[in-house]
């Protein structure tokens, strides 16, 4: 597990992540209780359990990057979840357990890229001296063949190094992977019996192979990859996957608040408590049976994030407020906001469309006058109409770039300035035009 302190968790946030210190410093301290809690001796790092938060704020200010990147920094099983999209059991839909579930698979794929890089070059030392064998059936020759088979060899071996014989065509055997479609539905999650199904049906029959016609290039690619599977021990995978999900992983549970209702007793809201109540055992540690095995969930860093527009944290139940002690309230963005989410973040907005457009050979000039009427423009149809927070900027950019990105082919070699006035020019009608703004941004 990686060691960053919290003021370093917090300046790689800001890479990427305009404001919201709060909101950074309480992920931050999470992320390094964990680290902590590897450190502390055994009777009690099981008690010691993870601080859940719960983010609040509107749409577009950053709860989902601020977990996303988190989970990036911490290489930990990652996985976001609308909480609407759950069902309490016994209602047709997916069930609270199917999270812990996916998390799982997540980290199975992981590990085993992760494994499977630590075996790439002998798994490609591999692949190579069994395309040979292809490239040169005859290769093993008699004895007395033996040292001529061998100069063949290494001439073809540097042929193929030189990439001399890419365009010539092989035949591969591959397993074909083609199951029929097995379809169970249960109480107990469909999904995983469906996936049990399969992997019985697979192995019940003799693995069916055929011969496919591919260029060198590729034949070494799916040759090196059939080695590298070969080479990884995937019982060491799954005991590392399930290990890293107990100890490591984050759930990001989205829209947390549209399962906050209480009151409402019929409609298709009937089960929204229900929701809670499932997820309470998960939440607080429960064991979740996987097709991996079984994962319990004690050590899982849960954040919750939610708009709470028309409910609050309160509404609840309590039991399950008591599992998030900690809750952030993240801020609205304004004009200053957009201008450096616009501009200083890694990834920024202007820093993409420049180098989308470099790639027809067009130079977008941005003038300082240019982003601050974006900005300016994007906090104004905020405020008019439904705020998205820095989603905004994105439906603003595209309106705004839509002629030069059309006639870009055609334009090889030419700057485009955008200041105030071209802004103006390419916004104007939307601003003086509410309704169009409304429909159209």
Same mark, same amino acid.
């Given at each position: ?252 549970? *989205?829209? @947390?608040?549209? $399962? /906050? %209702? ?11 408590? #229900?929701?809670? +109540? ?90 300082? *006058?240019? @982003?601050?009427? $974006? /900005? %300016? ?11 998205? #927070?820095?989603? +905004? ?49």
């Amino acid at each position: 597990m990686q060691s960053f302190t919290p003021r370093e968790i917090v300046s790689e946030l800001d890479k990427y992540i305009v404001g919201q210190n709060n909101a950074k410093r309480s992920v931050a301290i999470a992320l390094r209780n964990r680290w902590r809690r590897q450190q502390v001796s055994d009777p009690l790092r099981d008690e010691i359990v993870p601080k859940n938060i719960i983010m609040i704020g509107p749409t577009g200010v950053g709860k989902t990057e601020i977990a996303r990147r988190l989970a990036k920094l911490a290489q930990a099983p990652f996985l976001k979840v609308e909480a609407s999209k759950f069902t309490e059991v016994g209602y047709v839909g997916r069930d609270v357990e199917s999270m812990v579930r996916d998390l799982t698979d997540q980290a199975v794929n992981m590990v085993k890229a992760e494994e499977s890089r630590k075996v790439e070059r002998k798994a490609e030392e591999m692949g190579e001296e069994r395309l040979l064998d292809l490239l040169l059936p005859h290769g093993r020759g008699a004895s007395k063949e033996g040292e001529e088979a061998k100069t063949t060899r290494e001439k073809l071996r540097k042929l193929l190094r030189q990439g001399k014989l890419d365009e010539k065509y092989v035949e591969v055997e591959v397993v074909d992977r083609n199951l029929p479609i097995v379809e169970i539905f249960s109480a107990s999650g469909m999904e995983e019996m469906d996936i049990n199904i399969k992997e019985m049906v697979g192995n019940l029959f003799p693995k069916k192979k055929k011969q496919r016609k591919v260029k060198v290039q590729e034949a070494l690619h799916i040759l090196s990859q059939e080695e590298a599977h070969k080479l990884v021990d995937m019982e060491a995978v799954i005991k590392q996957a399930i290990e890293r999900v107990e100890q490591a992983g984050i759930i990001f549970l *989205d829209e @947390i608040d549209k $399962i /906050a %209702g209480r009151e409402s007793t019929h409609g298709p809201d009937v089960s929204r408590e #229900g929701v809670q +109540r499932d997820l309470l055992p998960i939440v607080e540690g429960t064991t979740v049976t996987t097709k991996y095995g079984l994962v319990r969930t004690d050590h899982v860093l849960f954040i919750a994030s939610g708009a709470f527009h028309v409910s609050k944290p309160s509404d609840l139940i309590p039991e399950l407020q008591g599992r998030f002690p900690i809750r952030v309230e993240l801020d609205s963005l304004g004009k200053e906001d957009f201008i450096r989410i616009l501009t200083e973040p890694e990834n920024a907005l202007i820093k993409q469309y420049m180098a989308l457009m470099e790639t027809e050979s067009v130079k977008l000039d941005y003038k300082e *006058d240019g @982003i601050a009427e $974006i /900005a %300016g423009t994007a906090a104004l149809i905020n405020a008019r109409t439904e705020n998205i #927070g820095a989603r +905004r900027l994105y439906t603003i950019m595209e309106r705004l770039l839509d002629e030069i990105s059309f006639d870009a082919p055609e334009m090889t070699g030419k700057t485009m300035v955008i200041d105030a006035a071209y802004v103006k020019e390419k916004l104007g009608t939307f601003i003086e035009d509410e309704d169009l703004s409304r429909y159209i941004l």
